[in-house]
């Protein structure tokens, strides 16, 4: 950041990397482009920050490779006017991209120490359209509802049911479905005014697990 030339071209071969993998909405890649990925990992990996690569963060959890943040995002499908509800805040990443583009961002972070963090660096980089909940994400945030889309960042067995309740008529959820240490994949469920659910299956992807209940505090 800061005009640095080396930093501009890593920035640059970012958003080309980003194209070449095929994202191509201009509001995602703007919103990529916009959030500093260096100031949500810790200081001495912000070397790294814009490599293609998913990243340590605090309580053994990770941020992911930026471009599945991209294309989850992208597969949302999210306009101006959404309300997203997020589970899994980690590092407050890619709540930060979706702010770019929603009106609002609700998100979820079963660690009380990773909600606090991801608050205040939010609030230092001035992203104030976005609500942090230290819960659990099984839960979803009923008395938030309903929402026009759901994404999850940590991979589930199956789609937690409150989460589909949730979410509004001709809404969206996007998350990582599949065991531990198995397979996974991106899937996304659209939901119909007549509340009928359609289920596409997308990328392989591999997260951390969803973990049920709110974390014992580290
Ligand atoms: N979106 C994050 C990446 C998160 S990694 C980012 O941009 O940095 C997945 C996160 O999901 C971890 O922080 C983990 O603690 C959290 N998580 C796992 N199970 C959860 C649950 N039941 N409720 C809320 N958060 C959960």
């Known amino acids: 950041m800061g005009g640095h030339p080396t930093a501009d071209i890593e920035r640059m071969e970012f958003q080309l990397g980003l194209r070449r993998r095929?994202?191509?909405?201009?509001?995602?890649?703007?919103?990529?482009?916009?959030?500093?990925?260096e100031y949500f990992v810790a200081a001495e990996l912000a070397d790294?920050?814009?490599?293609?690569?998913?990243?340590?963060?605090?309580?053994?959890?990770?941020?992911?490779?930026?471009?599945?943040?991209?294309?989850?995002?992208?597969?949302?499908?999210?306009?101006?006017?959404?309300?997203?509800l997020e589970i899994g805040t980690g590092s407050?990443?890619?709540?930060?991209?979706?702010?770019?583009?929603?009106?609002?961002?609700?998100?979820?972070?079963?660690?009380?120490?990773?909600?606090?963090?991801?608050?205040?660096?939010?609030?230092?980089?001035?992203?104030?359209?976005?609500?942090?909940?230290a819960g659990d994400g099984f839960a979803g945030a009923p008395e938030r509802a309903p929402f026009?889309?759901?994404?999850?960042?940590?991979?589930?067995?199956?789609?937690?049911?409150?989460l589909v309740e949730q979410l509004g008529e001709g809404g969206k959820l996007v998350l990582p479905l599949g065991p531990r240490d198995g397979p996974q994949y991106i899937v996304k469920l659209s939901k119909a005014a007549t509340g009928e659910l359609t289920r596409e299956k997308l990328i392989a992807v591999r997260f951390v697990p969803l973990l049920p209940g709110k974390a014992r505090e580290l």
């Open 22 to 37: 095929g994202i191509s909405d201009q509001a995602v890649l703007r919103a990529m482009d916009e959030v500093p990925r």
């Open 148 to 162: 026009d889309r759901i994404i999850v960042t940590a991979a589930a067995e199956r789609v937690p049911d409150a």
């Open 92 to 133: 407050g990443y890619q709540a930060a991209v979706l702010s770019r583009i929603v009106r609002e961002v609700v998100s979820v972070e079963r660690y009380r120490t990773l909600a606090n963090l991801a608050r205040e660096r939010l609030k230092t980089l001035g992203y104030s359209n976005v609500d942090i909940v």
């Open 48 to 84: 790294s920050a814009y490599a293609d690569q998913a990243l340590p963060i605090a309580c053994g959890q990770t941020i992911s490779q930026p471009y599945v943040v991209a294309y989850m995002t992208e597969q949302l499908e999210v306009v101006a006017q959404h309300r997203v």
